[in-house]
């Protein structure tokens, strides 16, 4: 049965084929045998059927934003795709959970894949196949880029933990994951005509490396973005989708078009893509498959093996996921929230950093009178969903805009859970529900504490919001948030910034205030917004959240920014800290960093490595050669919380390679684990070293080669705040 179902993984592609002579994992003899079934399904299949299982039916058609033909001799469905990265689009009864960046910024896998394996449910339950995240394209190497918050943030390591925890937490619920956008795709200007180019070594080293964990991770789908790489269409990039996916990274399942982002009918056949949503423009036009794609297999310009292939890799999917039975049909009204509000106030929370807390402000020690000053701390009056895919900044900010977002069932404001917190501790609370300067500082007058609230914006480029086209145009504070603070600050001596953003802000104005004690990043934190700030702020949990990226101090210090015409990636691996690192520029607030009212020491570090010089050789499996992901270094330290209070310290691995490498990058993240620590209490954190952390990509070998001599570590609290070295040696 298995030698069969092997050999049916053979046939399937080429380049998939060495699975044939692997060791088999279990998740391999599950697509093998998920193959098997493709292969015999897709004997039944008329030709018609097989068009329609890779086609969408057209902008608008269906009940979901993508849905495919159905194959009645298979009793296949008409497969339902939907957004998004965090929770379900258009759907009545959902939950909103926080967003990736957020996830990121907790640094805590557990969450992560608890947030992940919660919207697989509720993809379920509505009835959705194929869940449209999550997001590792853009990555996020322009601050200002506009979908960054989609995804989780510029450091290839941490977002691949993230992809592979998000994906295996929606598909243990049996929901197909969809790795996107991929790729190259990092900024929303131009998007859909300009071409990114970038240098192999890069490519494999920042941007395709959260695509190969999901791939380890047996992601059922990948999106092909809207951009061009080195001048060819993403959808149609045979170097992007077959070379790199399929056959470096031996991905089995299938390539979907980001919507609309096909071009032509046999380019992106013959590319490796396998399936094209929507199936026609947004006006319903320009149709690039269906019977097109009927014509050019017809007339050989696209074989048939290769539709063969496309829909084997569908099917192939389907029943990966065990989606052939007993799969709920789509009701966007189903109430699917169950008790997972409790996973987005865990991640709101945990992802919130506090970045400055003068004298101990914080946590709040039963203060007489506090004000709350903003409009972003309340609901946006106009209604809770007011504005389309959440195309406006009015009032407290739970997501960014676009196509990536949900509507609510509720949102819980800031002032409102302050106010019912402060009311239960006989806490005054003056409340300035707008950015005016002056009621600010009339609010704040006399408060023993004012907190003010900014906010920072941005989404994708079909909607412009206050001038801002997707990316943001500069990185302040929108609604001259810099000036409210001010004003607050000149009236209150112990005033607190709370920051929502999608991303850094400049904060060196905020900082100029003398009156400014604190500053609390809250970023961008979905339904529970306000119940997650109180748990920070009133001490009902310690802050424990780490930046996700760099809080630069002026808008160049990242060397990166939106582009106008096309991008050749010249900053090639230095973004985000790696740019700071090797330019000597000092951060603002670096990445990894965050406060906590306790104190951590770091002591005790221990090194051992079975690493061997020279490349990967190991058989091909999803992900890449199987040897790229065995362990061949554990650093571990001791990490006592030697404060008052209890905590949770997120202590970080970062490596430096060997001068024999090409010359790489100053540090890079390798490892991180977020401790849970009483007051008094020590534990160990162990990070585990895969052969792939270690290596670079040899551009001439077309490997990844660990390089020979002394690799450094460092582990720490942040980015610069290391407190123990070690070394170990290859040879
Ligand atoms: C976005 C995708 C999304 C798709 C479907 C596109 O505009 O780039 O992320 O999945 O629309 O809504």
């Given at each position: 049965m298995l030698a069969?179902?092997?050999?049916?993984v053979v046939t399937a592609a080429a380049a998939f084929s060495q699975l044939g002579q692997a060791q088999t994992t279990p998740a391999d003899e599950k697509w093998a045998a998920a193959y098997e079934k493709a292969n015999t399904a897709l004997a039944r299949l008329s030709q018609n059927e097989k068009i329609?299982?890779?086609?969408?039916?057209?902008?608008g058609k269906g009940a979901?934003?993508?849905n495919t033909g159905s194959a009645g001799s298979i009793n296949y469905p008409s497969l339902c795709l939907q957004d998004g990265p965090l929770g379900l689009r258009h759907a009545r009864s959902v939950t909103a959970f926080a967003p990736a960046i957020q996830a990121a910024s907790t640094w805590d896998v557990e969450l992560i894949r608890q947030r992940g394996q919660y919207m697989g449910e509720e993809a379920k339950g509505i009835g959705v196949h194929v869940l449209l995240g999550p997001v590792a394209g853009a990555l996020g190497k322009i601050p200002a880029a506009g979908r960054n918050w989609e995804a989780f943030g510029?450091?290839?390591?941490?977002?691949?933990i993230a992809m592979i925890e998000t994906i295996e937490g929606i598909q243990s619920a049996g929901v197909q994951a969809c790795a996107k956008h991929y790729i190259l795709n990092e900024q929303e200007r131009n998007r859909e005509t300009m071409s990114s180019s970038v240098d192999d070594r890069t490519?494999?080293?920042?941007?395709?490396?959260p695509f190969a964990d999901s791939v380890k991770a047996n992601v059922a789908s990948v999106m092909c973005s809207y951009n061009k790489i080195n001048g060819t269409w993403a959808c149609e990039s045979q170097s992007a989708m077959q070379k790199l996916l399929k056959d470096e990274l031996g991905f089995p399942g299938y390539v979907v078009s980001d919507w609309n982002a096909q071009h032509t009918t046999a380019g992106s056949a013959n590319g490796g893509m396998d399936m094209t949503m929507p199936g026609s423009d947004f006006d319903g036009r320009n149709i690039l498959w269906g019977p097109q794609l009927q014509s050019a297999v017809q007339q050989n310009a696209v074989s048939a093996a290769r539709l063969d292939d496309m829909v084997r890799r569908v099917l192939a999917s389907w029943y990966y996921l065990g989606q052939d039975s007993g799969y709920p049909q789509v009701n966007m009204n189903a109430n699917v929230q169950g008790n997972h509000k409790e996973n987005a106030r865990a991640v709101?929370?945990?992802?919130?950093?506090?970045?400055?807390?003068?004298?101990?402000?914080?946590?709040?020690?039963?203060?007489a009178k506090i004000a709350v000053i903003g409009s972003s701390t309340v609901v946006n009056s106009d209604g809770l969903n007011a504005c389309p895919d959440r195309g406006c900044n009015k009032g407290a900010l739970a997501m960014g805009w676009g196509s990536g977002t949900v509507d609510l069932t509720y949102l819980v404001a800031p002032h409102e859970a302050i106010k019912a917190r402060a009311d239960k501790e006989g806490i005054q609370v003056s409340h300035s529900p707008s950015d005016d300067g002056g009621a600010g500082a009339q609010a704040a007058q006399g408060a023993d504490i004012a907190f003010v609230f900014v906010t920072a914006d941005s989404g994708e480029g079909y909607i412009e919001v206050e001038g801002h086209g997707g990316d943001r145009n500069h990185l302040d504070p929108w609604h001259d948030g810099n000036r409210l603070v001010q004003q607050v600050a000149a009236a209150n001596p112990n005033t607190i910034v709370v920051v929502h953003s999608v991303g850094p802000i400049l904060l060196e104005s905020i900082?100029?205030?003398t009156g400014v004690k604190g500053i609390v990043w809250a970023g961008l934190p979905g339904q529970e917004n306000g119940n997650a700030l109180v748990d920070v702020l009133f001490g009902d949990t310690n802050p424990n959240g780490k930046l996700p990226y760099t809080i630069g101090k002026r808008a160049e210090d990242w060397g990166a920014a939106v582009v106008n015409g096309d991008d050749n990636f010249r900053e090639g691996l230095y973004i985000d800290y790696r740019h700071f690192d090797k330019q000597s520029i000092e951060p603002r607030y670096e990445f990894g960093f965050g406060l906590s009212y306790t104190t951590f020491e770091y002591s005790d570090i221990s090194v051992s490595s079975t690493a061997t010089p020279g490349p990967a050789t190991g058989t091909l499996k999803p992900g890449g050669p199987e040897d790229l992901y065995e362990i061949v270094a554990t650093i571990t330290a001791t990490i006592t919380n030697s404060g008052e209070v209890d905590g949770a310290e997120v202590a970080q691995l970062y490596v430096t390679y060997p001068s024999s490498a090409p010359e790489t990058p100053p540090k890079q993240l390798r490892g991180f684990q977020k401790l849970k620590l009483k007051a008094g209490e020590a534990g160990e954190a162990t990070f585990n070293v895969r052969r792939k952390d270690i290596s670079f990509w040899d551009v001439g070998q077309q490997k990844w080669v660990v390089p020979e001599g002394e690799f450094k570590v460092a582990v720490g609290a942040s980015s610069r705040d290391l407190r123990l070295d070690g070394a170990f040696t290859v040879a």
């Open positions: 069969k179902a092997l050999t049916a329609g299982i890779v086609s969408g039916v057209g902008w979901c934003v993508g510029p450091d290839p390591y941490l977002t691949g490519m494999h080293e920042l941007y395709l490396w709101a929370r945990d992802g919130i950093v506090l970045l400055k807390n003068d004298g101990n402000l914080l946590p709040l020690k039963k203060p900082l100029q205030n």
